[in-house]
């Protein structure tokens, strides 16, 4: 069920629907919009009679909402989200550059590698503290040192730190040293933990699965906007299929799939979706062209020594190539645009 109310409905008559809401035992969400209010109701097992709502003041409609998933839906929340992250944001009208290496792997490292994507302009910095691997004998990430490392990174540059968060156990921890938390793809279906981040207070980050499709994706999303958290972003980082001259392919008709259903902005890890760092700057370049909200790529100034993902970090040189190429792309089609689309 999905209520909206009248344009000039009054705080007092959006505060009324919330209590009656809960009222039933249901949880309400209220998601402010640029004309209008619209209340998503979560919590119910079957239908709910819209004659409990459409008679109260300042109600417009109260609409059953008939796809699987509501609260990341368009229906409840026409304009775009913006996902602020301090004085940074995802979504709306700067494309968002994450960048750094895939793990922190020392402090030296870290800073060099630091010290280069600030210099191009970059607003989000990467790196694992806690990484999911493969094989349990591969390098599993510093922990709370790398954690420590990235605070010192946010307090040195003013990046924000956008790291993984592996566990419902760790989700205190990453939460106090990141400004976004990381679900990572392993993880998308992760339920006790998305529901735990849901719980969180800082933005979340939910890199696609695998094999997931776009309905899943979303229904993960909701999972953790179901909880409270609303500021979540979406990413798409490959999927698994029968090529094998990439790690994973990239699904970029996902990016317009994902906005004409959904308010949450999406950005594309071509690092990731390719494995190879000659595929990085091509695809990141198609992913702006797609109209992605920011694109996060793994960077190393010495990726022949990383701990995890060498083959696809992009070098220095390669890094400020692509900056320039995905700045020049994103502005030529934000100038023919006709109107924003915040
Ligand atoms: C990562 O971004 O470091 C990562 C592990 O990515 P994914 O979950 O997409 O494999
Ligand atoms: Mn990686």
């Not at 990085?280 to 920011?294: F, K, Q, T």
């Amino acid at each position: 069920m999905l209520i909206v109310m009248h344009p000039d409905a009054t705080e007092d008559q959006i505060k009324a629907v919330l209590d009656a809401i809960t009222a039933l035992g249901l949880k309400p969400h209220p998601m402010p919009g640029a004309n209008r209010t619209a209340i998503g109701i979560t919590g119910n097992a079957g239908p709910i009679d819209p004659g409990n709502f459409d008679y109260l003041p300042g109600v417009a409609e109260a609409i059953r909402v008939t796809k699987p998933f509501k609260l990341v839906s368009r229906d409840l929340k026409h304009e775009d989200s913006v996902i602020k992250v301090g004085d940074a944001a995802i979504g709306g009208l700067d494309l968002a550059i994450i960048a750094g290496p895939c793990a922190v792997e020392t402090r030296d490292q870290t800073m060099e590698i630091a010290e280069l994507v600030y210099s191009c302009g970059v607003k989000f910095f990467r790196g694992g503290a806690f990484k999911p691997r493969t094989s349990p004998y591969s390098f599993q990430g510093l922990g709370l040192e790398g954690l420590k490392i990235l605070d010192e990174v946010r307090s040195r540059f003013g990046m924000k730190i956008v790291t993984e968060v592996l566990d419902n156990e760790s989700v205190d921890l990453v939460e106090e040293y990141a400004d976004v938390m990381q679900i990572g793809a392993r993880n998308m279906q992760n339920f006790s933990l998305l529901k735990r981040v849901g719980q969180a207070r800082k933005p979340v980050m939910l890199k696609r699965g695998m094999s997931a499709t776009l309905d899943e994706l979303l229904l993960a999303a909701e999972y953790i906007m179901a909880e409270g958290n609303y500021n979540v972003v979406l990413c798409e980082r490959g999927v698994r299929t029968f090529a094998d001259h990439t790690r994973n392919t990239m699904d970029l008709s996902i990016v317009p799939a994902v906005q004409a259903l959904s308010h949450l902005p999406i950005i594309v890890d071509p690092s990731h979706g390719t494995g190879r760092r000659d595929k990085v700057i091509p695809l990141a370049r198609a992913s702006v062209a797609v109209g992605a909200n920011g694109v996060m790529v793994e960077v190393h100034t010495h990726p022949e020594r990383a701990l995890s993902d060498g083959p696809q970090a992009l070098l220095p040189d390669m890094f400020r190539q692509m900056m320039a190429e995905i700045t020049a792309i994103y502005r030529v089609i934000a100038e023919a645009r006709p109107s924003p689309r915040e």
